[in-house]
């Protein structure tokens, strides 16, 4: 039953070095085929580990939320085509994500658009200067990605249902901040349970430290699996 989710469970690689990534993969080993790396990993060798994996067959989500100058964003996505990853996420500003779907177009990376970060309340975004509050933001950066020809967003499972609405049926909707029922929040301000995230619309759920730092890193990948199958 829970293997039909393999494949929308993203295991968050979020270790210091690439040989405690190795351990987790090999715990996991049969049961995720997706993880994802980000900042901490790949400046400690993730990079590397990430083809790595990639030319094995198994799916990467590389979380380097990209933004920058078009010309800088192209020729960034340009490399990472070539690393063979299956998911890159950038801030989803339109200029960006324009030159970033022209620079991935014939390939099959899949481009998703971070739209709010997670641990941002309203609180946060005022603090950054921002306008609007982080629903609104939500919506009005999915509705950019979706005209920039993207291949997903990244929200808070909070906001998959109304993103959902948004982008329709195709695009994936990637929510990180998931934590099974009665787990801690850490610096998560809008969490949601997987089954939950699932039902609002979510296409696929990344999880880092529920899994990551169980005792039985298997049993907790198995039972989150369990509780998608279910939804």
């Known amino acids: 039953m829970a293997a039909s989710m ?10 210091p070095t690439v040989k405690e ?3 987790v993969v090999r715990d996991l080993d049969g049961v995720a085929s997706f993880y994802k790396i980000g900042y901490q990993l790949a400046f400690a060798g993730g990079l590397d580990f990430a083809r790595e994996l990639a030319s094995g067959g198994t799916k990467v989500f590389l ?9 800088t964003v192209a020729k960034g996505v340009e490399n990472i085509v070539k690393m063979g990853v299956s998911m890159l996420t950038l801030h989803a500003y339109p200029k960006a994500m324009r030159a970033a779907v022209e620079a991935a177009k014939g390939s099959d990376l899949c481009l998703l658009g971070v739209t709010v970060l997670t641990s941002m309340d309203a609180q946060d975004m005022i603090d950054a200067g921002y306008e609007y509050d982080p629903h609104t933001l939500v919506l009005r950066r999915s ?10 967003i990244v929200c808070s499972a909070a906001e998959a249902s109304a993103v959902r609405k948004v ?3 195709e695009l994936a909707v990637v929510t990180p901040g998931i934590r099974p029922a009665g787990a801690e929040h850490g610096d998560q301000k809008r969490v949601v349970t997987p089954a939950d995230a699932l039902r609002n619309g979510s296409s696929h759920l990344v999880v880092a430290r529920p899994i990551v730092g169980a005792v039985d890193r298997r ?10 199958s279910a939804a």
């Open 6 to 15: 393999r494949d929308r469970l993203i295991v968050g690689l979020d270790v």
């Open 167 to 169: 982008v329709g049926p």
């Open 21 to 23: 990534a190795e351990a």
């Open 219 to 228: 049993a907790a990948a198995q039972a989150i699996l369990h509780e998608m």
């Open 63 to 71: 979380d380097m939320k990209l933004l920058d100058i078009d010309n």
């Open 143 to 152: 509705e950019q990605a979706l005209a920039a020809g993207m291949g997903g």
